[in-house]
């Protein structure tokens, strides 16, 4: 039986899968979706960028949701695998703050990013005459700007929280990141004042963003069922579900898990939980982008005449 005490300041990822068969089968699967995501995401900031027709505020916005997807990727898949496939658990005091805090940051900056394509929507479908202005290179360089920067510096107090307290016995981290909640059980004290942060953290980045998206999705979706044209309100209709779409599978895990009184959770689901909103969710947004939307279909079908042309 292997010990997962020991003495020096690193710490152990007990993983998500068991060393078995049924293991290195559903290894074998993250593996496929980290591939179909990767390249979901580097073929949409890779069509953004070609193609003029996409050179809109809203796939601007877009291509850097697939650029926070694939850090959101690599900051957690390949650790896992190779972990995995080496027996070797261990990471790097180092190695885990800076895994945490960009998990963090990409956690807090696609919230706030998907904030900011709500609003691009609501601006577009309610106030389309002062789309331009409001919606300018500028404004959208901004929002992009803000989400990076104030999901950096929110990631950093939990961060810094969690490598400066004492930790007890064991440090092995039952989860297959260094995830801070999964770390405070090892703790030696009263960890109150994380707690705290997250809720406040919680409410800032997650909770009022997304009633910021609901109250524009509501004005939209209302002024989209007084549209006169079927054909406008059916484009419109379609766009905002695959945004609500995307922001549901978002939301919804993170929620249920940092809002969660501590009682009430178990490593088990946190981890199910996590996998969602790491790994399915990046795999799901470029796909739910481009099946259900027409520019983006157009241009992978001019992409794929180019490169059969140059061929």
């Not at 990822?13 to 074998?28: D, E, H, S, W, Y």
């Amino acid at each position: 039986m292997e010990k997962w005490n020991h003495t020096s300041n690193d710490f152990i990822l007990l993983g998500l899968f068991l060393p078995n068969q049924t293991g290195r089968l559903l290894l074998l699967l993250i593996i496929l979706i980290f591939f179909l995501a990767s390249v979901g995401n580097s073929a949409m900031i890779y069509l953004i960028r070609l193609d003029p027709r996409l050179h809109t505020p809203m796939y601007f916005l877009l291509s850097q949701l697939s650029l926070m997807d694939l850090m959101y990727l690599s900051t957690t898949v390949p650790k896992m695998v190779f972990n995995f496939l080496s027996s070797q658990k261990g990471i790097s005091y180092l190695g885990c703050g800076v895994q945490s805090f960009f998990f963090l940051t990409m956690a807090c900056s696609e919230g706030l990013l998907l904030a900011s394509m709500a609003y691009d929507r609501y601006v577009a479908i309610c106030h389309p005459l002062h789309y331009c202005i409001l919606m300018s290179k500028r404004m959208c360089v901004k929002m992009i700007m803000g989400s990076w920067i104030l999901g950096s510096l929110n990631s950093l107090a939990p961060t810094v929280y969690a490598l400066h307290i004492p930790y007890c016995q064991s440090r092995a981290i039952d989860h297959f990141f260094c995830d801070v909640p999964a770390m405070l059980p090892l703790a030696c004290m009263d960890t109150w004042v994380y707690e705290y942060m997250v809720f406040v953290s919680t409410s800032l980045f997650l909770l009022l963003p997304f009633l910021g998206i609901t109250a524009s999705y509501g004005r939209v979706l209302f002024a989209v069922y007084h549209m006169r044209s079927k054909d406008g309100r059916k484009k419109a209709f379609t766009t905002c579900s695959t945004h609500l779409t995307v922001v549901t599978f978002y939301y919804a895990p993170f929620v249920y898990t940092y809002l969660r009184p501590r009682d009430l959770r178990s490593p088990a689901e946190d981890k199910i939980l996590a996998v969602f909103y790491t790994i399915l969710t990046p795999m799901l947004n470029p796909i739910i982008y481009s099946l259900r939307n027409k520019e983006v279909l157009g241009a992978m079908t001019r992409a794929f005449g180019i490169f059969s042309f140059t061929k």
